[in-house]
Each structure stands twice: as C-alpha cells, then as structure tokens.
C-alpha cells in the first residue's frame, strides 16, 4: 500500500524566518508534506518552500519551474473544493492535468495572508535556484507519482534553473517484511532515486507506524546534505 497523504496542524506548518547563513540549502519538492516534515524534524528546514505542505506531482513541480511560479502564484486558477473550512484549494491547470483535485491542502492561497505565504516561498526557492550553488531537493512519492520519466523531467526543470542543483527521490511503499529497505533505481550526477520498501504505512500524513521506517529515509537525507564551501 502506497503512503496516504494528510493534513497538518498550523505549528507544523509555519516556517517563515530567514534561512541561517550556516544551514545547507535544502528544499522540499513534495509529493506532499512529510519530506517538509522530515527535514523539520532534522532541523533542516528553516524556511518554507512553495511545495511544503500541499499536493504536487514531479510533473507539477517541472511546470512551476519553467514559468517561474507564474501559473502557481495567479489566483485566477484556484478553485474551491466544497471544503467548508476554505481549505481544500484546486487549482484549474495543475488539478486536471495531474490528477491532483486537491493541490493546497492546508492554506487557502485566496487569503491575502496565505498567498503572501506562497509569494515568500516562492522567493525563497527562486533565490536558491538563481544562486548557482550546490542545493538539495527532496521528493518522497508513492508508486504512482515515483515513475522515472516523470522525476527526469522534474530533476531536468531543476538543472535549467541551476546546474548546481541535485535531487534526492524516496519512491515508498509499504511491503516490507521485517525490516526496511532502500535500494538504489538511479544514481547520476546530481540526481539519486532510492525504492525505499517500509514496514508500515504512515498513520497520520507525517509518520510511519514503525519509527524505522522514518529512519531509514532521514538516513538517506543524511547522506545527501550539500556541504557548504570551506
């Protein structure tokens, strides 16, 4: 059974400082929010990221990396879902194309508060990628949005923007017996793709029932952190 996906509480989902001079540059790429919640629990995250806590696609991810976030950030393409707390946000160009009906799964970005949130993320990541240095992005997909093609084109989008950048992809899923595994799919220059086979599926969106589970992938990160020059 592929990972489920769940909501977050607002303490989990702040993150708004300035990232520390001292901390290597990593950023989440999604699938949904425990890559964010991975490196938070690492402390390698001190800044949010555009696709921290919401739904993406490697696909979705290429798309915004290519226009610069520009359909990402136009209100004109959010669509409500029926959800009656606001939240639950689509999005008209990403949400049919990529099979996502939801995309903003904890802020409404028709908020003036939450799209000043996205604005910042955005700048953040734009920053990074325009800064030409060595920067690590995450991705943890299930089965479905792990295929191959599909996280080429994103780690492609990520080196016409930088080609210093590197990406790190955790492909789940809970078929383990025993003990969890990883085992390399693809190793090239900058780009690294483990099947990562855990014990148990994840009980509320941000953790494995079986904390080894969470471990091996925060191993995997580990292994992968940008060192800084000097």
């Not at 990403?94 to 970005?109: E, L, W």
Request: glycine residues 8%; proline residues 7%.
């Amino acid at each position: 059974m592929a990972h489920s996906e769940g909501l977050i509480s607002d303490e989990e989902a702040a993150g708004d400082g300035p990232i520390p001079s001292s901390a290597p540059e990593i950023f989440s790429l999604g699938g949904h929010c425990y890559a964010s919640h991975l490196l938070k629990q690492m402390d390698l995250r001190h800044g949010a990221g555009p696709f921290d806590w919401l739904f993406s696609d490697p696909r979705m991810v290429a798309d915004c990396l290519d226009d610069r976030f520009e359909a990402f950030l136009n209100p004109a393409f959010y669509t409500y879902t029926g959800n009656p707390s606001g939240l639950g946000r689509g999005h008209l160009h990403y949400s049919p194309k990529y099979q996502r009906p939801v995309i903003f799964s904890h802020h409404d970005p028709l908020k003036a508060d939450d799209h000043a949130h996205f604005r910042r993320a955005v700048e953040r990541i734009e920053t990074a990628l325009n800064g030409g240095n060595r920067t690590l992005f995450v991705a943890v997909l299930d089965t479905y949005r792990g295929k191959e093609p599909h996280i080429r084109l994103m780690f492609e989008a990520l080196r016409r923007r930088n080609n210093q950048a590197e990406l790190l992809v955790m492909v789940g899923s809970a078929t383990a017996s025993g003990q969890p595994s990883a085992a390399s799919m693809i190793q090239e220059d900058g780009l690294n793709v483990f099947r990562v086979e855990t014990t148990s599926s994840m009980q509320d969106g941000l953790s494995h029932q079986n904390p080894a589970d969470d471990q091996i992938m925060m191993g995997l990160i580990r292994q992968h952190l940008p060192r800084r020059p000097g």
